[in-house]
């Protein structure tokens, strides 16, 4: 096994790369997905929302119990059911005929992904000794580069010679692909005292975060979080989360095991992960809206243009351990959190003729920082707790990835939402305000309905979404920056001063 071992890696990473791809294409889609029949399915600004949420929130909800349950029942067993459900709910959402089913197919594929994410690091972790997983942990932060990477620019390919569906069918091959190398060459592991699966823990966690979101969405789409749908859910899931905690404290056998966050450093590291996905997940929402409607860039230039943000990852992730050797992971996790922050602020300068290479700079640079955020923090996370825990491990990280992205979205995007409505409705004839402010492009539907009479509307539409996208920018940066101050507080720094042999043979085995 050993001997095999980079190989095995390269199929966890095709199973990864799956999940990963599915999300990247999903970005390039929303707008083509948002028009009407038969183009799309005519789905609003939170039917879009939902059909991203509806996945994340099923797969951050059984993230945990679906580590635990490959660690019981075997990570390769979990891991070849999770890709053919994953499969089944590819080719069902390339099929739904309304955004109503879409959401509900897209749940279908978050349970899938929910036992593929944990059992991909979880085997990897088995796979390779202590001192080699920093560097297949990179290895394997790198691969999450390449999805973002060659994801919008497949769904631009396909957006631009096929249905929108095409975006979910494309999975299909791929998972076929993985199933028989997986059959093939991974091995089985398990933990030998594995813990005890909690439904009610289950059950609670995931209501919670779906009336939570339901009500920050509900309160984006009328820009008034103090109605009763919208103020009443939130509320709701607040205190079933509060349940949640206090029943995974007394339970003997919990969902989550708070004793780990006992651990300063495995909090901080786990709180990390959280707060650059809720800014990250929350602006990349808005950026498809950006270049395509405002900038009318089509799928595939919109993918091109992103380009910069994965490669940056692909690049600096499976070389972040060697900085960190150098430097600390305080220190470049914190300047990582600073850099996200600046590219995120700098949305903020973005108009409507903004060079395109000022966006080519801004990606690059958020990928950088990310490049330098996820590898340290995901090793921190991985060998806090042993070996045979790992499955539990990858699935903490991963939920409040998950987690922290799906509340990004829906918090972020219920600003740019509200944001929106309340620059745009005093340009809207009172009957159409409710319907046509809830997005810009709804509002450039309605425009197109009124066909000469609504071409005035195009330029207020436009400057309405910008202002939104420049306050939702501010609020995603004073995430990252509240991020990196809790890096900078409780990460550890250099564990061990630079040995000069070991930094002058890196090079060698970083390509071996």
């Known amino acids: 096994m050993r001997r095999r071992r980079w190989v095995i890696l390269g199929v966890l990473m095709l199973s990864l790369l799956i999940v990963v791809l599915d ?44 580590g635990l349950l490959g660690d019981r029942l075997g990570r390769k067993r979990t891991l070849i059911a999770g890709l053919v459900v994953f499969g089944a709910g590819s080719a069902l959402a390339a099929r739904s005929g309304s955004p109503e089913q879409l959401i509900a197919f897209r749940a279908v594929m978050g349970l899938g992904a929910a036992f593929v994410m944990p059992a991909t690091l979880a085997v990897l972790m088995n796979v390779f000794e202590r001192d080699e997983q920093p560097k297949a942990i990179g290895i394997w932060a790198g691969g999450v580069g390449l999805g973002i990477a060659i994801g919008p620019i497949t769904g631009g390919v396909l957006l631009d010679h096929f249905w929108w569906g095409s975006v979910f069918l494309v999975n299909v091959p791929i998972v076929v692909v993985a199933l028989a190398l997986m059959v093939w060459l991974v091995p089985d592991s398990r933990d030998p005292a594995p813990g005890r699966v ?22 984006g789409q009328y820009g008034d979080f103090t109605r009763a749908d919208a103020l009443l859910p939130i509320a709701g899931g607040l205190v079933v989360l509060a349940l949640f905690v206090l029943h995974e404290k007394h339970s003997d056998h919990p969902s989550i095991d708070v004793a780990y966050f006992r651990n300063k450093v495995f909090s901080a590291a786990i709180g990390a992960i959280a707060l650059v996905f809720f800014a990250l997940m929350g602006v990349t929402f808005f950026t498809v809206f950006y270049t395509q409607s405002v900038r009318g860039f089509t799928p595939l230039q919109t993918g091109l243009l992103l380009l910069p943000l994965a490669l940056a990852q692909l690049v ?109 409705e005093g340009d809207l004839p009172p009957a159409a305000r409710h319907e046509a402010a809830e997005s810009i492009e709804a509002t450039l539907a309605y425009a197109a309905r009124l066909g000469a009479r609504g071409e005035d509307l195009i330029g207020p539409a ?29 990460l550890p720094g250099r564990t061990h001063p630079p040995s000069r042999e070991r930094e002058e043979g890196e090079p060698a085995s970083a390509s071996s």
């Open 23 to 66: 999300n990247s294409i999903l970005n390039v889609a929303v707008k083509t997905i948002s028009t009407p029949a038969p183009t799309g399915l005519g789905a609003t600004q939170s039917q879009l929302e939902w059909a991203i949420n509806a996945y994340t929130l099923v797969f951050a909800g059984l993230l945990f119990t679906a």
């Open 198 to 219: 909690d439904p009610l823990g289950v059950a609670l966690s995931v209501i919670g975060l779906v009336l939570l979101v339901y009500g920050i969405i509900e309160g």
């Open 316 to 424: 600096f992730a499976p070389r972040a351990r060697l900085v960190v050797r150098r430097f600390g992971t305080r220190t470049v996790c914190t300047a990582g959190l600073v850099v996200v922050a600046a590219a995120l602020a700098a949305f903020t300068t973005f108009d409507a003729d903004t060079p395109v290479w000022v966006l080519e700079v801004v990606f690059f640079c958020m990928g950088t920082g990310m490049a330098h955020i996820m590898t340290p923090v995901s090793v921190l996370v991985m060998q806090t707790l042993p070996r045979e825990k790992a499955g539990s491990a990858s699935a903490l990280s991963n939920t409040f990835r998950q987690v922290g992205g799906a509340l990004g979205i829906a918090v972020l995007g219920s600003v740019l939402s509200a944001a929106y409505r309340s620059a745009v």
């Open 462 to 490: 436009h400057a309405a979404f910008l202002h939104a996208m420049h306050v939702t920018a501010v609020c995603g940066a004073g995430v990252a920056l509240l991020g990196a101050v809790v890096v900078a507080l409780f």
